[in-house]
């Protein structure tokens, strides 16, 4: 069975950081480009990061660029999410997600995915 597991989601303070971990099992991902998506109570489900499956080129959403950064270990089968200067605008539940494969503009686009985490609550508070 293919799953993602994340991991490091909580409760910070505005200008905290907190580390999300992406791990997956039941198939390598090392061929696949890894995102994460974020969704708030009421919102759509939008994009936030996405790594190429070598791990060498990195994308972002323009609210998140430079405060987050996305890696990729394919020796380990895990994507992970750094989120330095938390806003409250971050608060969301965090999902990750793998694609097969697919032009670059599909990345941002969570129905090109083809397998996603339960999700990871984070909150942060003003």
């Known amino acids: 069975q293919v799953q993602l597991v994340e991991s490091g989601g909580g409760l910070v303070q505005a200008g905290g950081s907190l580390r999300l971990s992406c791990a997956g099992s039941?198939?390598?991902?090392?061929?696949?480009?890894m995102g994460w998506f974020r969704q708030a109570p009421g919102q759509e489900r939008e994009f936030v990061a996405a790594v190429s499956r070598g791990g060498g080129s990195q994308y972002y959403a323009d609210s998140v660029k430079g405060r987050f950064t996305i890696s990729k270990d394919n020796a380990k089968n895990t994507a992970d999410l750094q989120m330095n200067s938390l806003k409250p605008e971050d608060t969301a539940v965090y999902y990750c997600a793998a694609r097969i494969g697919g032009p670059l503009f599909t990345l941002f686009t969570p129905a090109e995915y083809n397998y996603w985490g339960q999700g990871t609550q984070v909150t942060v508070s003003s």
């Open positions: 039941g198939r390598t991902f090392s061929s696949d480009a």
